[in-house]
């Protein structure tokens, strides 16, 4: 939250708090594409919430299913590239599911960018 007013600043924090309640942050996911790491909205979220963006649903469940089995995962790493590569696996995914880029083309491509980030933030 941004320093601002008493007032705005419970509002800021009442509306993130909505947000992140489970049932609201299932149906942000599904309505928006986005996916939401509480783990309590997974076995909230049906095919049938994914109305705009259906092909992404199986994804979603097993994103949910590897978070639920006890599988480590990690998020946003604390280097300075993670930006940019997170930036270029959206593009990657964009090339595969929009553009008609292969799969190994787009990883290969993806690698490279990756590489050239880390390098260039050291």
């Not at 320093?3 to 996911?29: D, N, R």
């Not at 880029?101 to 260039?120: F, G, H, I, K, R």
Request: hydrophobic residues 45%.
């Amino acid at each position: 939250m941004f320093q601002s007013t008493p007032e705005e600043q419970l509002a800021s924090w009442l509306f993130l708090k909505y947000l992140i309640s489970p049932e609201v942050a299932a149906m942000w996911s599904a309505g928006s594409g986005y996916f939401n790491p509480i783990p309590s909205t997974s076995e909230m979220m049906t095919e049938d919430m994914f109305t705009a963006y259906s092909s992404i649903y199986p994804y979603f469940t097993a994103a949910n299913e590897l978070l639920g089995s006890g599988v480590t995962l990690y998020s946003s790493p604390s280097i300075s590239a993670y930006g940019t590569v997170r930036g270029a696996i959206s593009e990657a995914i964009a090339n595969v599911t929009t553009n008609g880029m292969s799969v190994e083309d787009a990883v290969a491509t993806l690698q490279a960018a990756a590489d050239q980030a880390v390098a260039d933030s050291q």
